[in-house]
T-cell receptor
Framework: NAGVTQTPKFQVLKTGQSMTLQCAQD?????MYWYRQDPGMGLRLIYY???????DKGEVPNGYNVSRLNKREFSLRLESAAPSQTSVYFC?????????????FGEGSWLTVV | GDSVTQMEGPVTLSEEAFLTINCTYT??????LFWYVQYPGEGLQLLLK?????DKGSNKGFEATYRKETTSFHLEKGSVQVSDSAVYFC?????????????FGKGTKLSVKP
């Protein structure tokens, strides 16, 4: 059972470089999310996609772009990486909306910008 | 805006000790409440949830009760094991209709010693 799969797991970038984090889910979920996790900050929402064809900003969208390629895939792009974007990134997905809607997370992508 | 506050860590306990991790929230409306657990090097996993006042969520010996009067959702376990060592996140979802994104607390690291 793959669930939510994200790649790469580890990446080191130089300041100003660009990269795309890929995410795919096999649970036929409508909604997908990108979070970042920083020490002492919990998880913060970067962008989300409530359904195929729609994307919306979360709490910390600056410096990122997203693409909902199809129902399964949701990518996160850093156009010009900055050291402040060093973080652990988590993709997540959820199915039917409603009270107690459970969000399922991928295993994380560790990104270091030097 | 909505927020979640959970007790600062780290928390260090001996095996078989009683665990309480406090969580309080601020939200308009009637949020759903969650506890997620993150084991070292892994993504977040749903531990338990509650969708309305006085609901008790439980899983793997952990439990938490949704207390609307005190806006709390404290996590408890009667006898912790070394394998419970992880970071625990309290979270709320306040948009169960069209959006399901979560608002997280900062996390509490639990270390259980044999």
């Amino acid at each position: 059972n793959a669930g939510v799969t994200q790649t790469p797991k580890f990446q080191v970038l130089k300041t100003g470089q660009s990269m795309t984090l890929q995410c795919a889910q096999d649970m036929n979920h409508n909604s997908m999310y990108w979070y970042r996790q920083d020490p002492g900050m919990g998880l913060r929402l970067i962008y989300y996609s409530a359904s195929e064809g729609t994307t919306d900003k979360g709490e910390v969208p600056n410096g990122y772009n997203v693409s909902r390629l199809n129902k399964r895939e949701f990518s996160l792009r850093l156009e010009s990486a900055a050291p402040s974007q060093t973080s652990v990134y988590f993709c997540a997905s959820s199915g039917v909306q409603g009270p107690g809607n459970t969000i399922y997370f991928g295993e994380g992508s560790w990104l270091t910008v030097v | 805006g909505d927020s979640v506050t959970q007790m600062e860590g780290p928390v260090t306990l001996s095996e078989e000790a009683f665990l309480t991790i406090n969580c309080t929230y601020t939200a308009t409306g009637y949020p759903s409440l969650f506890w997620y657990v993150q084991y070292p090097g892994e993504g977040l996993q749903l531990l338990l949830k509650a969708t309305k006042a006085d609901d008790k969520g439980s899983n793997k010996g952990f439990e938490a009760t949704y207390r609307k009067e005190t806006t709390s959702f404290h996590l408890e376990k009667g006898s912790v094991q070394v394998s419970d060592s992880a970071v625990y996140f309290c979270a709320l979802s306040d948009k169960g209709g069209s959006q399901g994104n979560l608002i997280f607390g900062k996390g509490t690291k639990l270390s259980v010693k044999p």
